[in-house]
């Protein structure tokens, strides 16, 4: 199903949506502002990402909205669409520490944060490190872990720190975690908590590929013995992905479109199909998410179709329902409530 965009509704007259307002940077000034460098990686990341997996340059740009908003991403489809491809492509192209944890009925919660065993040499106990030490953490199939096992990662999810024997111990600073669930198979599963599906930022389905890509799967399997041509090595130094999600925190957002974004709260809130509605948490979420999406398409403001643009995965994650009813949902609300001007969102 299409959303439809505020912006398909009312199409803005273009002498006010291409040029700034007066006292607004004009574009030239904002592109020398920006980090040309923080630019070129982020679009050779996009397009390792891409290469990976091949023919859904939509999921990946939702991802990279994803990471740039600091958030955390919920992977809800049926097996083998690659989500592990993508995310060893993502820790790859982040030069960081890519691990994974399969989550089981019986996994613990030291399996995820580590523990604390007894050093006989050194006569005292030493922490093993967990995977949420890692940069990308997979955790696969998240809904077949445990309740107990599920709540380790709400703490590194929220603060980005674990505590083991009442030892903090601090996280990557760019630790970010894509955990999948089976829509299909729920024998045995334990659908999370909303405590816990409000960590998420954005929850996706990936897809099948359509035949063409799938084609060019099979072909480069054949030439090469892998079924991705993505290359291998950091797209991003050391240090350069928090600054540039400092850089999209940063990115302003007017009065009226966070108005818009109170309005969209609220109708969350009080609609029929939805129990428990945005939180003020799931808020700063889709604004950060808007914020995202607006320097990756090179602009100094934040639109109204930033916020349309995202607001499909982030609600989805955290309004309790079906995807294909979520969808429905989000552009019920996104119907009634009516969008500003595009020259207030300028301003």
């Known amino acids: 199903m299409k959303l439809l965009r505020p912006s398909d509704h009312t199409v803005p007259d273009s002498s006010v949506t291409d040029q700034p307002s007066p006292d607004q940077p004009s574009p030239d000034q904002f592109a020398r502002d920006q980090s040309a460098l923080d630019q070129a990686a982020i679009n050779q990341l996009r397009e390792r990402l891409n290469a990976a997996l091949r023919g859904k340059p939509d999921v990946i740009e939702k991802v990279l909205i994803c990471l740039l908003a600091n958030g955390h991403l919920l992977l809800e489809d049926k097996p083998g669409l690659g989500k592990t491809t993508l995310a060893k492509a993502l820790a790859d192209g982040i030069g960081g ?3 994974r944890a399969q989550c ?8 995820i944060t580590g523990f604390s065993i007894f050093n006989q040499k050194a006569h005292e106990f030493e922490f093993r490190q967990g995977p949420v030490f890692a940069d990308v953490l997979l955790a696969d199939e998240i809904n077949r872990a ?10 590194a999810m929220a603060e980005r720190q674990v505590t083991v024997d009442t030892q903090r111990y601090s996280l990557s600073p760019q630790f970010f975690v894509i955990a999948t669930q089976n829509p299909v198979d729920q024998h045995g599963t334990y659908p999370l908590p909303e405590a816990q599906l409000d960590r998420f930022a954005m929850k996706l389905s990936i897809g099948y590929p359509d035949p063409a890509n799938e084609l060019q799967m099979l072909q480069q399997a054949v030439a090469s013995g892998e079924h991705s041509d993505a290359p291998a090595g950091a797209a991003l130094q050391p240090g350069q992905l928090r600054k540039i999600q400092q850089r999209v925190a940063g990115v302003p957002v007017a009065v009226s479109i966070q108005e818009y974004l109170i309005r969209i709260a609220a109708a969350t809130r009080s609609h029929v199909s939805i129990s428990l509605g945005l939180s003020p948490r799931g808020l700063l979420i889709l604004q950060r998410a808007a914020q995202a999406q607006a320097w990756l398409q090179h602009r100094s403001f934040v639109t109204p179709d930033d916020v349309f643009d995202v607001s499909g995965p982030v609600l989805s994650v955290r309004l309790g329902l079906e995807q ?3 969808n429905t949902v989000v552009q019920e609300i996104l119907d009634t409530v009516p969008a500003p001007d595009y020259s207030e969102s300028q301003r």
């Not at 089981?104 to 399996?111: E, H, M, R, S």
């Not at 445990?146 to 703490?155: F, G, K, N, V, Y």
């Open 104 to 111: 089981t009925p019986d996994l613990l919660p030291g399996d």
């Open 146 to 155: 445990t309740p107990r096992t599920q709540s380790a990662l709400l703490e």
């Open 324 to 326: 294909n009813e979520a």
């Open 97 to 99: 520490r890519f691990a």
